[in-house]
């Protein structure tokens, strides 16, 4: 299926925590890296996730610093259900062990949402054997998935021993003390059933994880009763078959989670489908057709280009295997459940680059979703802010998070990373421009705008040297630059903050506030400093930024990239090189605001430093370089944007999949070659195809309406 698949062939063992990520497979609820079912002694990064349960790791750091959050909240390897011992003649089948691996096979199928993997094997005692393992997570019954294990002797009869398990005693490789995050509470079995419940320690979250095996020789069913293995937090259900030379035996288990803690309504029943002898067709069946439904409102056609194609494919998949919108308390993690790393919490990435990919192939009432939110971590925020010196009901959204409380503890992104707070303000803006829900303005939004207001006005501050107000000591989006003055970006959104802020409470007539707070913001922001370079004719990323020796990034050797693995972090801070838009970010948020041939000086003078070392930096500066027509560019930007997992571009697919930045390349397909921009309430296009391309087409929901739309070169 051309395309539409994503297929690896051939075994390499150094491969194998890279495709664990690729492979990966989620449903909004739950979700699993691409772990193989049976043993496996090589290199593995174990790892099942479910939504929003999470473990606050207590803090470790070098010096403590007033203010710093007490824990580091890590999404939690989770109990594993999909697991196999498996044992031909005696031997344990273990993919690192065997002496030949053949016909080895991935793949991922994006239509239907499934992945298959297949292999012939010799074990280390003769014995040969075919297998072919599919499995899925279901959209339809997202606490459920089901995995379909079949085993064909080659050679000669076998005998097949296989324990079918749940373990909760698993490990999170990012623990910062080395403890076990789960106590298990119960292990009980019965018959082919066996369940685990377990609750995260500290923050108590109840999990049942659960399993159902089904056996089948020849497509038959088999009566064969197991023999129980029952530990601590392990449950192992026995069974042993004989096998005839070309004869297959399969088993069926279904397994997932139940969060009994879930703040969600009772999810629908699968108690009877599973009864059904034919429950796995039926389910992917159901995945069928529910993938479907999402393609068909989602999927993007490139005509002319396989390989731009595919990735843009791969980028929707995961993003709708991470978030479906159907939970209100989940979020977006930059890794989803894909790696440990980011720790599955939520940071700007999801308001800055996720809510316009959501907004158009979902629909308003998703997008509303990721506000609410923030809205319903509005009291935390205040809190946060509070405990930083701010008064007055002023709010500062964390960094990273799981409930409303910041949980990340590096001071220059804990303290400095403050534009987070504008993007969350942006992002209101852009969901009432976008699907016209005025009303979500006045219910909700107009509370998180006042309070992010209040928290610009106490963070700007008068310099009595330059007559304006200034910001100082933050990081910008550009995090190889810590502690600098009036960042562009930052004072910038700052400024369109007190503006927007005043303005909807003179629109909705909030009397509540008072008439002075509304003057004095905007003359602070009427009164805000800005670095700008008369030479250049470009505002200065911060204050000093042409004191840096100002090379090109062409100029490093490629042997030093990417300069976050080879480079001292004293040398980055002090180069010019800039790791993600910064600058260019606040052009892009804000194109309106500035003329084609201000767009062009910022993004020649800033392009030839950016190292694009964060996921996010490429799509940005792709939809930039489409909207000045230099196709080239924005198309090589883009493939490094869409493909950077796929061709693992920065070296690191191994720890997780950058999810956040796949929606940044469904931006830079839409905002930039499709040109899709809104204007005073309507959609409007500009589109510019790369050369080769024959066509594009997509779809997309504006207020409320379904436009289907198709530019030919
Ligand atoms: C980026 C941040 C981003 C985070 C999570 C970092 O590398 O610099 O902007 O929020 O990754 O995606």
């Known amino acids: 299926m051309k395309n539409w698949s994503i297929i690896a062939e051939g075994f390499h063992k150094e491969d194998v925590t890279k495709h664990e990520s690729i492979y990966s497979l989620g449903n909004g609820a739950m979700g699993m890296r691409a772990n193989f079912e049976e043993d496996y002694t090589g290199n593995t990064l174990q790892g099942s996730y479910i939504g929003g349960v999470y473990y606050p790791d207590k803090t470790k750091v070098g010096w403590w610093k007033n203010g710093y959050p007490e824990y580091f909240a890590k999404v939690l390897n989770a109990p594993s259900w999909i697991g196999l011992h498996i044992k031909i003649n005696g031997e344990v089948l273990d993919l690192n062990t065997c002496t030949e691996v053949k016909n080895f096979r991935r793949e991922l199928n994006m239509k239907e949402g499934w992945y298959e993997r297949q292999f012939t094997v010799t074990l280390p005692n003769g014995a040969q054997i075919a297998v072919k393992a599919l499995r899925l997570l279901s959209l339809r019954y997202d606490e459920l998935g089901a995995l379909r294990y079949e085993i064909t002797p080659l050679s000669s009869e076998v005998t097949v021993e296989i324990e079918s398990y749940l373990d909760s005693g698993v490990k999170n490789n990012d623990a910062n003390w080395d403890e076990l995050f789960w106590n298990t509470l119960e292990v009980e079995a019965a018959a082919n059933n066996a369940h685990i419940l377990a609750a995260t320690k500290k923050t108590d979250f109840k999990v049942l994880t659960f399993m159902q095996n089904k056996l089948f020789v020849e497509g038959k069913a088999l009566e064969v009763s197991s023999k129980q293995n029952k530990k601590d937090s392990y449950i192992g259900l026995q069974y042993q078959v004989a096998l005839k030379k070309n004869q297959t035996f399969k088993i069926e288990k279904y397994g997932g989670y139940k969060t009994l803690s879930s703040p969600d309504a009772p999810q629908p029943s699968y108690a009877a489908l599973l009864s059904t002898t034919d429950a796995f067709e039926s389910l992917l069946k159901m995945q069928k057709e529910d993938w479907a439904a999402i393609w068909e409102l989602s999927d993007i056609q490139i005509e002319g280009d396989d390989k731009a194609q595919q990735a843009i494919r791969f980028n929707i998949f ?11 308390h989940l979020n977006i993690g930059p890794k989803g459940f894909t790696g440990e790393k980011y720790g599955g919490s939520t940071y700007w990435d999801t308001e800055a680059y996720c809510l316009p990919f959501y907004m158009a192939t979902k629909g308003a009432e998703v997008a509303r979703n990721l506000l609410m939110y923030r809205y319903n971590q509005l009291d935390k925020a205040i809190e946060n802010a509070k405990k930083l010196g701010f008064t007055g009901g002023a709010a500062l959204y964390p960094m990273v998070t799981m409930n409303g409380e910041e949980c990340h503890n590096e001071w220059e992104i804990t303290f400095e990373e403050i534009h987070r707070n504008g993007a969350i303000a942006f992002a209101i803006y852009n969901y009432v421009r976008y699907t016209g829900d005025e009303a979500y303005i006045k219910d909700y939004g107009l509370e998180v705008l006042v309070a992010i207001a209040r928290f610009w006005a106490q963070r700007a501050s008068f310099s009595a040297e330059k007559q304006k107000y200034v910001i100082l000591g933050v990081t910008g989006p550009n995090e190889y630059e810590n502690n600098v003055n009036n960042n562009f970006y ?224």
């Open 318 to 328: 995961q993003l709708n295997q991470t978030y479906s919108g159907k939970h209100a």
């Open 490 to 713: 930052t004072n910038y959104i700052a400024q369109w903050c007190l503006r927007y802020a005043a303005e909807q409470v003179e629109v909705f007539k909030r009397e509540a506030i008072a008439q002075e707070e509304l003057q004095q913001w905007l003359h602070i922001a009427q009164n805000m400093y800005f670095p700008y370079s008369e030479k250049y004719g470009v505002y200065l990323q911060q204050d000093g930024f042409l004191d840096k020796d100002l090379k090109p990034a062409s100029a490093i050797p490629a042997k030093e990239r990417p300069l976050n693995q080879h480079w001292s972090w004293d040398r980055i801070l002090r180069s010019p090189y800039i790791k993600q838009a910064d600058t260019l970010q606040g052009f892009y948020f804000f194109r309106n605001h500035f003329t084609h041939e201000e767009l062009r000086k910022h993004y020649e003078f800033y392009e030839p430093f950016t190292v694009h070392e964060s996921s996010l930096s490429p799509c940005v500066h792709s939809v930039l370089a489409a909207a000045l027509d230099k196709k080239e560019e924005a198309y090589a930007l883009y493939l490094r944007t869409s493909r950077l997992d796929l061709d693992d571009y920065n070296k690191e697919v191994h720890e997780g999949l950058h999810i956040t930045s796949m929606a940044g390349t469904w931006l830079s397909i839409v905002e930039g070659f499709g040109g899709m921009h809104v204007v005073d309430n309507q959609l409007h296009f500009k589109p510019c195809l790369p050369a080769h391309w024959r066509s594009l087409s997509f779809k997309v929901i504006f207020r409320g309406q379904l436009h289907v739309c198709k530019f030919v070169n």
